[in-house]
């Protein structure tokens, strides 16, 4: 039987540099990102995963909806909201790798994903699902109303019988202040069932001093599986059964690091879906997040996607 996934967020305009004033054009997005990698890997995997969200009715969403069709991905909970549009970002990378944003988005079609009937529809289906992602940026971009709307529906399809899986992923741009990315985050921990944390996101907002102590904050909240990624440092693996450091892939001169995190967190929950223990899904985190960073952009193309056999291990 195939496992239902929902991923929760915000897909955007992405714009790349390619010289001072040369630019590409793609789309992303952590959860979309996400959403992608689950996908390619879903049929090893034996699951299907469907995006939500909300866009709007010109080309560019139009466009995003055709890219996640040919990536098998499942529209049938995107909002279409006349007049609106998708947010835009743009990304500089250094010559480490490391990437810088530059966000519009203020006005993007995402943010009223849960209202209206579009978002009542959108609020029940939830229930439907094994398995729901989502990240800090889904939080962000929601307004206090919608947001307690979505963590009532969370209630009720973690009632069901759903796993909730969130990635805080904090950027400070999207919050007001700390305190209230900490209140939202601390209380949808309380749901969660795999938490896929950044250390240096959390010791960022929080201070966590190591990540031991992101993960023993997570598991006090009730949080019955952490995994705390660490950027090229060994992950840390935390459950009932004890905590491990699973050590990754050493990329010497990484291309662009966007969307480690997310491939990663895609390749973490397939393998766990297929069965594996947590130890081996982040080592097939780790193998993802490895190919991803050779590339340029958040979603590398198909024909560099490493195989199932070779995620999975």
Request: aromatic share 8%; with cysteine.
């Amino acid at each position: 039987m195939t496992v239902r996934v929902a991923s929760l967020g915000e897909c955007m305009m992405e714009l790349r540099h390619r010289g001072p004033t040369a630019l590409d054009l793609a789309f992303g997005g952590d959860t979309l990102n996400t959403a992608v990698y689950l996908a390619r890997l879903g049929p090893a995997a034996g699951l299907a995963v469907d995006y939500v969200t909300a866009l709007g009715d010109d080309p560019y969403s139009e466009a995003m909806l055709a890219m996640w069709t040919g990536e098998r991905i499942g529209t049938g909970l995107v909002a279409r909201l006349p007049g609106r549009l998708p947010g835009l970002y743009a990304i500089r990378t250094d010559k480490k790798g490391e990437r810088s944003f530059y966000y519009w988005r203020s006005a993007a079609a995402a943010r009223d994903m849960l209202e209206g009937a579009s978002g009542e529809k959108i609020l029940t289906a939830l229930a439907s699902y094994a398995w729901i992602y989502l990240s800090g940026i889904t939080l962000s971009i929601l307004a206090a109303a919608p947001r307690a709307r979505l963590m009532r529906a969370l209630i009720e399809a973690r009632k069901a019988g759903a796993k909730i899986v969130f990635d805080p992923n904090y950027r400070p741009r999207g919050w007001p202040d700390p305190a209230k990315a900490r209140a939202a985050f601390t209380e949808i921990l309380k749901l969660a069932d795999l938490a896929l944390p950044s250390f240096s996101d959390e010791k960022l907002l929080f201070g966590d001093p190591d990540p031991n102590a992101t993960a023993m904050r997570m598991r006090d909240l009730g949080v019955a599986e952490v995994v705390v990624k660490n950027a090229d440092e060994p992950c840390l693996v935390v459950t009932s059964g004890g905590e491990t450091q699973v050590f990754g892939q050493l990329v010497p001169q990484p291309v662009d690091t966007t969307a480690a995190g997310d491939s990663f967190n895609a390749a973490y929950l397939a393998s766990r879906i297929k069965g594996a223990r947590p130890a081996e899904a982040a080592a097939a985190g780790h193998v993802l997040a490895a190919e991803v960073i050779r590339h340029p952009g958040a979603v590398i193309p198909k024909t560099a996607m490493p195989s199932a056999e070779t995620v999975f291990g």
